[in-house]
């Protein structure tokens, strides 16, 4: 069964930019929680998607926001780019409640 | 919504020693309790996980204990080789939500 894949691995943008970045969870996979990674931090939660419904939010600004296709397949959106915004996103899928997170290698953001 | 606390931040112990890491967690719901370990410039990666029917579970060198009552749960290592060096997270999941909850993660380093 193939892993989680997400897509870009790299990026690098200039502030005021937005970008999307995307996810493939693994085949079965309803679920898909999106996580900044900042260096030395740890697992900040963006969101939750399961079935096409965002289940769950932590606390980021609106410039923040996803959505997840038919397909499970979830992409999230960035707008307006910040310095701080530089970061390793990840993505992380599940099948049910109370199984375990499954991650991608994430996509690693820098904001110019 | 939950709260989960994980001590210490950081961690060393020399080759052969024991390591132990603990959670805390606030919400009394919460049934599921999965331990992920991420090595540099990796993903993490799910080691183990204990369901709140469960006092203990133990996989080779690693072990996890968890104790309803008092809402805390751990990781211990046995016998740490330098390959355990890594960062691990713990998480509870099954309460308000389904949401996974992270703790801030424990640098754990393994002297030679």
């Known amino acids: 069964k193939a892993g989680v894949t997400q897509t870009p691995r790299y990026l690098i943008k200039t502030r005021g930019q937005q970008v999307t970045l995307s996810c493939s969870p693994i085949?079965?996979?309803?679920?898909v929680s999106w996580y900044q990674q900042t260096p030395g931090q740890g697992l900040q939660f963006l969101f939750e998607?399961?079935?096409?419904?965002?289940?769950n939010k932590g606390n980021f600004p609106g410039r923040f926001s996803g959505r997840q296709f038919s397909n499970s397949r979830s992409e999230m959106n960035v707008s307006t780019l910040e310095l701080g915004d530089s970061a390793l996103y990840l993505c992380?899928?599940?099948?049910?409640?109370?199984?375990?997170?499954?991650f991608g290698d994430g996509t690693r953001l820098s904001i110019l | 919504g939950e709260n989960v606390e994980q001590h210490p931040s950081t961690l060393s112990v020399q080759e052969g020693d024991s390591a132990v890491i603990k959670c805390t967690y606030s919400d009394s719901a919460s049934n599921y309790f999965p331990w992920y370990k991420q090595e540099l410039g990796k993903r993490p990666q799910l080691i183990i996980d204990i369901r709140s029917n469960v006092g203990e579970k133990k996989d080779q060198r690693i072990a996890v204990t968890l104790n309803k009552t008092a809402k805390h749960f751990s990781l211990h290592i046995t016998e740490t080789q330098p390959e355990d060096s890594a960062v691990y997270f713990c998480?509870?999941?099954?309460?308000?939500?389904?949401?996974?909850?992270f703790g801030t993660g424990t640098s754990l380093t393994v002297i030679p």
């Open positions: 998480a509870a999941s099954g309460g308000t939500g389904n949401q996974f909850y």
């Open positions: 992380a899928s599940r099948a049910y409640s109370n199984q375990p997170q499954h």
């Open positions: 085949s079965g996979h309803r679920s």
């Open positions: 998607y399961f079935s096409e419904t965002q289940r």
